[in-house]
């Protein structure tokens, strides 16, 4: 093995080219040392993605199939238990089962929303909005100004939000006869847009009798 004091002496002993020809190699081992170690990392990245990405997309399948399997099933339950009269009439589609150490609970909700009139309810809100802050004395740092307008923001999706318009109705006696019509226009416009099913799942802790939710998502474990 080459002490350093041999590699001095080396150094030493060569030309002006040979060092600069030296060095150059070095340079050269250590930039395809480099090329290897980030070879090596992306090559294993790739590997790891793509190992990632083929669970993923087996649990997806999994958990639709699941999901259309056990509409079907609860679509199918539910006529039954309504026909033997656990469910008393249509509107009651809500309901919890236990067996033992499970629980199922099956939540049917009305996905409420607007129609185009309350596009035009909004413009009336606006422009009434206005004309109230120029007649206040405070302005636009009017608290009912402030609060009303931050009501009518709108989604990430441009739509306005059911809540958040709902909580503009408790205004009305703070406000006159022209809010209160447009409020009525709001109510005209709220509409139910679609139905929403959910299933919760829970196990009973057999030492405590505590339930706990079983969360298919990882993500909330």
Not at 72 to 80: C, N, Q
Request: with cysteine; glycine share 4%.
């Amino acid at each position: 093995m080459e002490t350093k004091n041999e590699n001095v002496d080396l150094l030493k002993g060569m030309t002006k080219e040979q060092r600069a020809a030296l060095y150059a190699q070095l340079q050269a081992e250590e930039k395809n040392d480099r090329m290897a170690k980030r070879e090596s990392y992306e090559a294993l990245r790739g590997e790891f993605m793509h190992e990632v990405k083929n669970h993923v997309e087996n649990v997806e399948a999994e958990v639709n199939g699941f999901k259309k399997w056990l509409d079907e099933e609860t679509a199918a339950f539910t006529k039954i238990m309504r026909e033997y009269g656990a469910v008393k009439n249509e509107s009651q589609q809500s309901y919890t089962i236990t067996d033992g150490d499970f629980k199922l609970e099956v939540k049917f909700n009305k996905v409420k929303g607007f129609d185009e009139r309350a596009d035009l309810a909004a413009e009336r809100l606006v422009d009434y909005l206005k004309r109230y802050m120029e007649e206040s004395e405070k302005g636009v740092e009017d608290p009912m100004y402030q609060m009303a307008m931050t009501l009518l923001e709108r989604n990430k999706t441009g739509d306005l939000d059911y809540k958040s318009i709902s909580k503009l109705y408790e205004l009305e006696d703070k406000f006159d006869e022209e809010y209160a019509e447009i409020m009525r226009l709001f109510k005209e416009a709220n509409v139910v847009q679609t139905t929403a099913t959910n299933y919760y799942f829970s196990k009973r802790n057999p030492e405590n009798g505590v339930w706990t939710r079983i969360e298919p998502s990882f993500c909330r474990l």
